[in-house]
């Protein structure tokens, strides 16, 4: 895409602090939010409940119209569990948040997530799921993978979106 603010797309297994650290960004670096589970919540893009996933199956076509009109002017900081499905074109940046086994499992039990999608997520972090699937969908050198287990991560990781944005910034002046 060709604008004057990047996208940034966040992504990791759920659990790994997705929403809070594009919060942040968004915050430090004067960008918008975009929490796409919300999207797909308020205008139901989805199909049939998947009980043993405690899910919904999602309507992609309508999820990526909707998306494509909010990302089209750049700006936006994108929290997903998943990155495959979009348009490589879409982003500049992929953030791979990661957390510990230890850290993800309180957290999820903290939310009262099912014990299926408790072990689903946590073999998903486990294997490396979200990472592998990010470095196969887009550029390697715009994958970064960011430990993501406690304050000071959350922290470093924001100032590190926000070094890199001031050099997109310098190298893209019009
Ligand atoms: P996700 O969006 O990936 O599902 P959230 O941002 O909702 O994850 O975070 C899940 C929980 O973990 C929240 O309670 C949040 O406060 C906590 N959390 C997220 N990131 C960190 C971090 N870097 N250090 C400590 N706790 C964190």
Not at 14 to 43: Q, R, W, Y
Not at 66 to 92: A, N, S, Y
């Amino acid at each position: 895409m060709d604008h004057f603010l990047p996208n940034i797309l966040v992504t990791g297994t759920p659990g790994t602090g997705k929403t809070t650290t594009s919060e942040m960004i968004a915050e430090k670096c004067g960008l918008e939010h975009i929490n796409v589970g919300e999207i797909i919540k308020s205008n139901k893009f989805y199909g049939a409940y998947i009980e043993e996933f405690d899910t919904h199956e999602l309507d992609e076509d309508k999820l990526l119209d909707e998306l494509e009109e909010m990302l089209k002017d750049g700006g936006k900081v994108v929290d997903f569990h998943t990155c495959e499905i979009f348009p490589e074109r879409w982003f500049d940046l992929v953030l791979v948040l990661r957390a510990d086994t230890s850290c993800l499992y309180d957290r999820m039990v903290e939310r009262g997530y099912k014990k299926a999608k408790i072990d689903e997520n946590m073999s998903c972090e486990i294997l490396q799921v979200v990472l592998e699937t990010a470095r196969e969908s887009y550029a390697p050198e715009i994958v970064i993978e960011l430990p993501s287990n406690t304050s000071d991560d959350l922290e470093s990781n924001t100032d590190r979106a926000e070094q890199w944005l001031k050099a997109w910034k310098q190298n893209n002046e019009r």
